[in-house]
């Protein structure tokens, strides 16, 4: 009995040594790095991404109304889970369509390549 006592006092004090040093426990930040697709497999550099765009730049849900919702962290899902064939608007009816529409404006606006080779290696 004692020693639960002093066990669940151990545990507090460290979560509230994390919570006032402000270490959250990391969220879900998916994998550094990534080869999307298989037919034309796309080299996808995450973790370089995180550092100078927002997540909220590529990552979005999909409202009661079913039109583009805000960025909620936690729920970054496969892009695919919702542009799929199903997709109501059919220029966003693939994980080509939405890659090509966010990957390449983004791209162009920062003048990086769109050469394909710069993302199908
Ligand atoms: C800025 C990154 C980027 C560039 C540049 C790019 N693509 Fe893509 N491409 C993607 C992404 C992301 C996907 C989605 C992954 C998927 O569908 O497999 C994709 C998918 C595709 C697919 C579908 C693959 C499949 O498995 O169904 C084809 C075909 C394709 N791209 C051709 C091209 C061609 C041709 C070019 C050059 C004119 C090009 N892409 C340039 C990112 C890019
Ligand atoms: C430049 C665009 C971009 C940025 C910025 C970005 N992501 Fe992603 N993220 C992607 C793409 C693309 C995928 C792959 C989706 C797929 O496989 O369909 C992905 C996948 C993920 C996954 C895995 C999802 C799953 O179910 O497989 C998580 C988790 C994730 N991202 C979290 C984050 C977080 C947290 C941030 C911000 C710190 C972030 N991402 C920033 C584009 C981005
Ligand atoms: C939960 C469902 C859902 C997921 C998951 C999702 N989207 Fe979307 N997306 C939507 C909806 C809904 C819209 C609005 C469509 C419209 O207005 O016709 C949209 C719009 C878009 C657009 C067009 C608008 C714009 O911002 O340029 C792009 C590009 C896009 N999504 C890319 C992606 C990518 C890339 C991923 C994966 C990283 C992704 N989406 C994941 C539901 C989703
Ligand atoms: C919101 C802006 C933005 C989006 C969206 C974005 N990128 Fe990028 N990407 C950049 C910038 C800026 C750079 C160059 C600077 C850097 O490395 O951060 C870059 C660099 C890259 C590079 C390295 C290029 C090189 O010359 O080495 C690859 C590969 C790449 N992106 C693939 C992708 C793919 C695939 C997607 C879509 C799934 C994507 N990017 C979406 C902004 C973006």
Do not use: R, W
């Not at 990534?34 to 590529?58: E, I, N, R, S, Y």
């Not at 997709?87 to 390449?104: I, Q």
């Amino acid at each position: 009995m004692k020693k639960t006592i002093i066990c669940t006092a151990a545990a507090f004090a460290f979560a509230f040594t994390c919570a006032v040093a402000g270490v959250s426990v990391a969220a879900n930040q998916g994998p550094a790095e990534m080869v999307l697709g298989t037919k034309k497999p796309v080299h996808f550099p995450h973790a370089a991404h995180q550092k100078h765009q927002k997540c909220a730049d590529c990552h979005h849900t999909k409202g009661a109304d079913g039109k583009q919702g805000p960025y909620v962290a936690g729920q970054e899902k496969k892009c695919d889970e919702c542009h799929n064939k199903d997709f109501a608007n059919a220029e966003l009816n693939s994980f080509k369509n939405v890659g090509h529409k966010l990957c390449k404006e983004c791209h162009k606006k920062n003048k990086v390549s769109t050469s394909c080779n710069v993302c199908h290696k």
